[in-house]
């Protein structure tokens, strides 16, 4: 190697290390977001689907309907229950002259209001009949079907806000001795270049602290929490990242 040679391989090493300063890599990142997951609140067979996979969809729009036949009589039973026991207290308030008929009208009026607490509870579970999206996001299904029975409490959807994702990027202590809210970072994802920012530093280790293995073993990082400026379709939680935030 001539001088001239070394000289422009010591000026290329010197760009280097100033266009590298003060750019912090994430070891590992993921993309993440609030998710819910739809269940059913009451037991029944499937009669309609209004959505399909990967639909998008808003805060109470209607996802799935139940067979609610039963669900209707059991309501009838109760508002008429209700109506008798109605008509229970307004006859004992008639001829309360006594003690005795007096108290016959208090186990009346506790009688019309345990009936009114089963109405209540039969109007949620014929409300319950038409399942709705808790919040607004993409929904997966979770292989449902026309006529399939599902019971209470069966999962049977996830809908992912995938409009508010962020990023988890897990760096090394020494990484951020620089590192502050506010900071730009970029975001390689999904085969896409990302805007974002840094939202949070967990420095006192709020999270579950990772292991994260590197070159020469492993290491404790810290979750660095980046907020995204960019929002691309095709992110979902769980798909891998790589971070770069900009440092003094």
């Known amino acids: 190697m001539n001088r001239m040679q070394l000289v422009a391989f010591i000026a290329l090493l010197a760009f280097a290390r100033v266009a590298s300063a003060g750019i912090e890599t994430s070891y590992r990142a993921e993309v993440k977001a609030k998710q819910a997951e739809v ?30 036949a039963d669900l209707q009589a059991r309501l009838a039973v109760a508002q008429a229950d209700l109506a008798a026991r109605q008509a229970d207290l307004a ?9 005795v008929e007096r108290t016959a009208v208090e186990l009346a009026r506790a009688r019309v209001k345990q009936a009114e607490v089963v109405v209540e509870l039969a109007q949620l579970d014929l409300q319950y009949a038409t399942i709705k999206a808790e919040i607004s996001g993409t ?9 399939q029975g599902v019971q209470r409490q069966q ?7 995938v409009d508010h994702a962020w990023v988890d990027a897990f760096f ?4 951020l001795a620089h590192m502050a809210v506010g900071q730009a970072a970029y ?10 920012a840094v939202t949070d530093i967990d420095r006192d280790g709020a999270a579950l602290a990772h292991t994260i ?13 980046i907020e995204l400026r960019d929002k691309p379709s095709g992110l979902w939680p769980g798909m891998a990242a790589s971070v770069r935030v900009h440092t003094p």
Do not use: N
């Open 91 to 99: 006859r004992a308030g008639a001829k309360a002259r006594v003690e």
């Open 39 to 68: 269940t059913s609140r009451v037991a029944g067979k499937i009669t309609r689907v209004w959505v399909h996979d990967r639909q998008s969809v808003k805060q109470g729009d209607p996802l799935v309907k139940l067979d609610d």
């Open 187 to 196: 975001v390689a994802a999904g085969g896409a270049s990302l805007r974002g």
């Open 155 to 161: 999962a049977l959807a996830t809908i992912v806000d």
């Open 172 to 175: 090394q202590e020494p990484q």
């Open 139 to 147: 929904i997966t299904l979770g292989g449902i079907s026309l006529g």
């Open 213 to 225: 293995a590197d070159p020469v073993g492993s290491s404790v990082g810290v979750r660095v929490q």
